[in-house]
């Protein structure tokens, strides 16, 4: 594993917008080595670790769109005209060269016989005795898919740093690859921070809450290309989460924690992250979610979001996510953006960004943002 220097990210104090926060994870290096080939369905949710050339053409062979007569244009006049049959051609027949002057019954995903350059779809066309009557106005070359006009042999098929998913296995099959290189996964790990926090299922005691934060955190990681890791629950102690913040990042690529970064007097992380190792920053100018750290521990990436759930969601899917795919080395995914009309009014204070819970609805314009 790649170890970064402490002052990697050697950024300034006070709060960062999102987009300056976004430059200094982008300046970090991928991990380096470990890619391997795997095969095309353990490829899933894996990243391309180089780029993809086709083997082959795609499609292999010039074949008919759909089920019809086969003939060369040519041999048609201007009103059109009977033509004998000269066979028949299913997709996986070897189709034999076309007589002159004869069509052939082709079904879709045959192969287009020598000599043919024109399908005439069945619906069209009125077969009957050994022959078949093709009408007039049908331009050579129609109802045929050549050879590599979706992607020629030589042609990138898939870049490096995609994310594979159902419709790369899919090409990737078409093409013939029984496996695709992918990189290695970053071993990622997780944990809660709070005195006050109780796993799931567990008892609550007087002023004690159940822990949320971690196991949205693992589930929204289950869906990124890393090897996600629960780490369990850090007590509000300095000692004990500078020791645990220290040995985790000895054995992970990353650590990501919630809680414990604020100004507070049993907020630890952003500390220890000081005591153990280097502190890049840790106000956003983003509200909800100001107080969100981010620095070094034994040269790996340490990312404290807020104990709020919904900051800690926004400090991840805008800055724990892009590093983690970053870290997997895939090309940068942009969550998605909508522009929707506010059926609300609101003051917002100069100098940071703010996120707003609204619930969409339909509306007589369009769909409408409601709080």
Request: aromatic content about 4%; glycine content about 12%; hydrophobic content about 45%.
């Amino acid at each position: 594993m790649a170890r970064l220097s402490n002052d990697c990210f050697a950024s300034g104090d006070g709060s960062l917008t999102l987009a300056e926060a976004e430059a200094l994870i982008a300046r970090l290096p991928p991990l380096a080595g470990g890619a391997e080939a795997v095969p095309l369905l353990a490829a899933r949710g894996r990243v391309l670790a180089e780029d993809i050339a086709a083997p082959i053409d795609l499609p292999p062979f010039g074949n008919s769109a759909m089920d019809g007569y086969a003939f060369a244009g040519a041999d048609l006049g201007p009103e059109g005209g009977w033509l004998p049959l000269a066979g028949r051609v299913a997709a996986g027949d070897a189709a034999a060269p076309l007589p002159p002057g004869h069509a052939v019954r082709i079904l879709t995903g045959a192969p287009l016989p020598p000599g043919a350059d024109t399908v005439m779809m069945q619906e069209d066309a009125r077969a009957g005795m050994g022959r078949v009557f093709l009408p007039p106005g049908l331009p050579p070359g129609a109802n045929i898919r050549h050879a590599g006009e979706d992607l020629p042999t030589g042609a990138l098929a898939l870049p490096k740093g995609r994310l594979v998913a159902a419709p790369e296995i899919a090409l990737a099959a078409a093409l013939g690859l029984a496996a695709l290189p992918v990189t290695r996964r970053p071993r990622l790990g997780v944990f809660s921070t709070g005195s006050e926090l109780v796993a799931p299922g567990g008892r609550l005691g007087p002023a004690q809450a159940h822990d949320s934060n971690r196991f949205m955190l693992l589930s929204l990681l289950a869906n990124l290309p890393v090897e996600a890791v629960d780490l369990g629950l850090l007590p509000d102690r300095r000692g004990e989460t500078e020791a645990a913040l220290r040995e985790a990042a000895l054995s992970h690529d990353m650590l990501l924690t919630s809680g414990g970064v604020s100004t507070g007097e049993e907020d630890h992380v952003r500390r220890a992250m000081e005591a153990t190792g280097s502190l890049a920053f840790w106000r956003l100018a983003v509200k909800p979610g100001r107080p969100l750290a981010m620095g070094v521990v034994e040269g790996r990436p340490v990312m404290g979001l807020p104990g709020n759930p919904v900051a800690a969601l926004l400090g991840f899917l805008h800055l724990a996510r892009p590093l983690a795919l970053h870290l997997a080395g895939a090309a940068p995914k942009p969550l998605p953006r909508f522009e929707l009309r506010a059926g609300f009014s609101h003051r917002k204070l100069p100098g940071r960004r703010e996120y707003l819970r609204v619930a969409v609805e339909a509306g007589p314009d369009g769909p409408v943002a409601r709080k």
